[in-house]
């Protein structure tokens, strides 16, 4: 995982999704929540602008197959689709 601080992007490479979510929330009022904690450990790669949560939520969603759940405090969770 890098960050590069002079054009505000964080670059993450087979990062789990826990560290990634982690370091996006440094950036975001309003966080990104992992409300299943068997996806932790999945793997994701992209470059995202430092406080863009929907482009991470996004992209990490359709990667990996996730739903995402607004929740009231104005975070938002992720979890495993349910068929």
């Given amino acids: 995982m890098e960050t590069s601080w002079t054009t ?5 490479q087979n990062v789990p999704l826990g560290q990634a ?3 996006m929330n440094r950036y975001l009022a ?3 929540v992992i409300d299943d904690p ?3 450990d999945e793997a994701i790669s ?3 602008r430092t406080g863009d949560r929907d482009a991470f ?3 990490s969603s359709d990667v990996l197959g996730l739903s995402v759940v607004p929740k009231a405090d104005g975070a ?3 979890s495993r689709r349910r068929n």
């Fill in 8 to 12: 505000g992007r964080l670059i993450f």
């Fill in 21 to 23: 979510v982690e370091e």
């Fill in 30 to 32: 309003e966080g990104i």
């Fill in 38 to 40: 068997g996806i932790r």
């Fill in 46 to 48: 992209g470059v995202f």
């Fill in 57 to 59: 939520v996004a992209a």
């Fill in 76 to 78: 938002v969770g992720l």
